[in-house]
């Protein structure tokens, strides 16, 4: 909201240390989040009237006007059209400086210019403007235009009853435009009267908001029109009134300038009136030509459904029946509190209008502009709540600055239906409350005097008192609403600054005990970068994988509003990412990499989503320095995974080769399984997705589990004694076919003794010519130990040989 | 006589113990050794002379030629040690290793910012007994709003503007709903924490659609305002170092009443007022209030027994003021040449 420091100045007296009075409003909770100053001094333009009009020798858009102030005479070359002989313009002399532009005498196409006739645009003064500036008869010819902008006879129009008072500053025409931030709670504050309302609470002065005097004419708004409410628990008020015979035209200057501070645009003089009078006192109103309204009655219902209105600003719109509409007999003329019907709109034809002023509940507004994505000013005060007794005054203000503006007649009184009154709200207020929330000792009277500051009625009662707030805040209605009202008036910074108190709170044991951040660091440790991708990704990230159409990781989750298609579903996979992340990064040279992520899977099920945690590395490129260049190859990254494993207590997990995985080479993959359950995968890019996400090089990735790591997890370490009698070693190379994978092997090794050979590790591996192309020779170290006694070399040799055996006749392998 | 070849052999000695310091190898050290005392040494020459003593005198010259023997075996195995170990000093000086080369590391990664500050920030409220605590990414409408005192319709609903996946389900839009979710699970006293990632349906210079932020709040009798703003004091120093000023202003949350929004003095100009504060000195971090009596009702505390207090914050905001990153955006285009700074 911008609330413009000269309009302010019309309710309250208002410190010329502006940055002060921000500073008051920001720390009361209406945050001034930036103020522009502005500042028009206009030297060297003054008022001069056009005497005579020529054309241009050399330029058909041109024009030379003579214009002449008081005994001075002056030739200005002009290119605005349509200026009139006997016009009031501003000239600007050379040495005036307009928007950072200095005027100078120079030749414009050949002729020569004393000065230039300005329009408002070029003064400053609005943001649009067409032509030159027309000043009003009556203005003083010679005068410097800041005089006449400040105190001419166009300002005193304003109201009968209000004065405006001069901007402050010597000559100059100067304003400062606030933009405050409004919480939603404070509607009472989207007025300018509103807000000086505020600022007198705050600051102990007065805010006045004069008397309205109508001059009214015999004739009844009655006779004109009738209303009716057929939905009474959606519009709490309706009023209307007529006004006849007005001129629509446009608006002086000082009404224009306002609605531009506050960010309106200006249209014509009924229209800016009624955005004016929002603007000033917080409620909406609606102007219809009353031409227009058939059957002479206003009717307040719900939308037919299939119904349809043409709305201002061309929109045709349809209604599903929840809206609630302002129609006459037998149609549509309104969305109630958000948009006027094109048809019923002021026009410069009208020349008798019906002003609307309601007050509409705030859900009713809500759910139809939300229906409708129609936020307009009205339906922004509306849904957050109006004055419910505000109607009369700011229907009675349109309707005395109508005539004032517009010429027209009043019809005497309005045509009013009020189907439930206002009840006024009582509120228990009790000082140990606020003491005992906010911390604080308050003494009882600084507490009842800020609330009698916000206007509030006080009735002492047994146990504190009955506070009634009023009618604009619409935000109090509990005690806890007072205690903030009392901690915001006294101030946040007067509230000490003290430690908690009390008990620890006990700690809870938790179903997902995984310390991720140890995951995260061993990981970091282990030379891999994080990065942190978007959940939602682009659905044809599955496709780039060639996950098949039956896959598990197809069943994704969409966003019904996405902020693109490319990050429209919840990702089931956190792969993509790593690999976009790797796409880029490759692009930029950056061709070493390794990266990983932890974050969520998302899936869908049959009746519930499910939230998944995983971890994902990848590594690619050479990330040693050149000189020690060794190549990294799957079993790097293999070797993280194993060593994260040991940290996570995980022992019993076997890897298991596997050609499935639609992004895997299937040559070059695994699964890795604990049990039935399986928690990772690793291997080799496809070459087809290297492909398809741009890569250039060969990756290595795998996809880990982690919530399934958490459920089969080891408790923790435990400790084994350690053994007293030593080992014996015993070595054999095996020389097997191609295909056969090393942990089958190693699993019947296992099965054919597990109490005293203690463990086989594998020390060489080789394929070669010299044993046959289809084979492999893979070297054994056998360790056997006894925990209770020494062993001796006939039993070691005698068991070796048993084990050898029954592995060779397993495996189809022969001995070296 | 005797005097004659004892004082040969004293001469010996000195004659050894300078020959023996000449010697520059083992071999030449050798051949002094074998000179002196070898079968046909000096030594053995004057023994070979006992036969021209008396029996008395015999005794004397073996006395002194053993003494000679012992002192001369003495310097030639000293000499020899010194001479084994030079050697062996030489031959390990020719094995010479440049150091000067870059040592075999395994590359160290880094941590993402967020997750480095996030971290920073749990710690700040550890020492307070604060705990833990976590909720899903994907939630209902009742613990997002509902129960956090934001009704459907409210326009408070427009301050985050919401993903939605059904009707009744959406992309949490703060950590609060961990709150709702806490309080129904376990009873006071409570002083929590909840980290994660929310998401809000908002793409520009200055908003990612989607971020971190970490929630916390005390529950309990008796607690205050006042506490409020000391518990979030010690964050603050924690975070940006003692001395840094904050101020604590009126806001509106609907699920907070009193609600603050909490600025610290710009960590950029010091307060004199630079283009990341807009020239006001000061910069929004935190919102904070005291938890909604509505709230608690949602959750079946009694707001007469029980007051507490809210605060949440933006993880990556706070990023950007600790490490002076200017682009939000920044934090999710994983350039490693961006990463690799924290
Ligand atoms: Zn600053």
Known sequence: MKISIEWLSDYIEVSDDIAKVAHTLTMAGLEVEGIDYRDLSFENVIVARISAIDAHPNADKLRICSVNAQDEQYSVVCGDLKVNIGDIVPLALPGAKLSGHKIKKSKLRGVESDGMLCSEKELGLTEESSGVMILPDDSLLGASLADVLTSSSSQIKIADSCTVKKAQGSGGYSDSIFEVGLTPNRPDCLSVFGTARELAALTGKKADFPEIILKESPRTSEADIAVEIKDPSLCGHYSARVIKGVKVERSPLWIRKRLEAAGVRAINNVVDVTNYVMLELGHPLHAFDLGRIEGGKIVVRKAGEMETLKTLDGVERKFTGEELLICDNRKPLAIAGIMGGDHSAVTTETSDIVLECAYFTPETVRITSRKLGLHTESSHRFERGVDPLGVERAINRAAQLLASLAGGEISSGTVEVIPASYQKREILFRSHRCNDILGINIDENEATGYLKDLGMELVKSGHGYEVSPPSYRVDIEREIDLIEEIARLKGYSSIPVEKLSGSMPSVHAHEMALDLMQVKRFMANAGYDEVVNYSFTSPDELDRLAVPSQDILRNTIKILNPISEELSTMRSTVIPGLLNAAAINIKKQNKELMLFETGKVFLSGNSHYSEGLRLCALMTGEKAPLLWKKGTDIFNLKGSLENLLDLLNLRDYTFTNCSDISYLHPGKGAKVFSGDIELAVIGELHPSVVENYDLGQKLFIFDLDLGAVNKVRGEGKSFKDIPVYPFVERDVALLVDKNVDLSKIMESFRQKERKLLESVEIFDQFEGESIGEAKKSIAFRLRYRCFERTLTDEEVNKLHDSIVKGVVEESGATVR | ?342
């Open chain 2, 1 to 342: 006589m005797l005097n004659d070849l004892i004082d040969s052999l004293t001469a010996f000695k000195h004659e050894a113990e300078e020959a023996v310091l000449q010697a520059g190898s083992e071999q030449e050290l050798e051949g002094i050794r074998v000179a002196f005392l070898g079968k046909k040494g000096k030594v053995s020459d004057v023994l070979k002379k006992v036969g021209s003593l008396t029996n008395e005198e015999r005794p004397r010259l073996g006395q002194s030629a053993n003494e000679t023997k012992r002192f001369l075996e003495e310097i030639f195995s000293k000499r020899g040690a010194h001479l084994a170990l030079t050697l062996k000093e030489k031959k390990l000086q020719s094995e010479r290793v440049d150091l000067t080369l870059p040592g075999r590391r395994i590359p160290t990664g880094s941590l993402h910012p967020v997750t480095t500050v996030c971290e920073e920030i749990t710690k700040a409220f550890i020492p307070l007994g604060f705990t833990v605590e976590e909720g899903p990414d994907i939630e209902t409408d009742f613990y997002n709003f509902e129960a956090l005192n934001i009704p459907k319709d409210h326009p408070a609903r427009e301050m985050q503007d919401t993903f939605y996946l059904s009707e009744n389900f959406l992309l949490r839009t703060h950590t609060s709903p961990v709150q709702i979710r806490t309080m129904e699970k376990y009873s006071p006293p409570l002083r929590v924490l909840a980290p994660g990632t929310v998401y809000r349906c908002d793409s520009d210079v200055t908003h990612t659609p989607m971020f971190h932020q970490v929630e916390g709040f005390v529950v309990d009798k008796k607690v205050t305002f006042a506490q409020l703003k000391g518990v979030l004091t010690t964050f603050v120093e924690t975070i940006f170092g003692a001395g840094v000023q904050l101020r604590f202003r009126p806001s509106f949350f609907p699920f907070t009443e009193p609600s603050a929004e909490v600025d610290i003095q710009c960590v950029i100009c010091g307060g004199e007022g630079c283009r990341v504060c807009k020239s006001t000195g000061w910069l929004e971090i935190l919102g904070a209030g005291m938890i909604d009596p509505e709230v608690f009702k949602a959750v079946g505390y009694d707001p007469d027994v029980y007051s507490g207090f809210a605060f949440g914050m933006g993880v990556e905001r706070i990023a950007m003021l600790k490490y002076g990153i200017k682009d939000l955006r920044m934090f999710f285009e994983n350039d490693v040449r961006f990463l690799e700074q924290f």
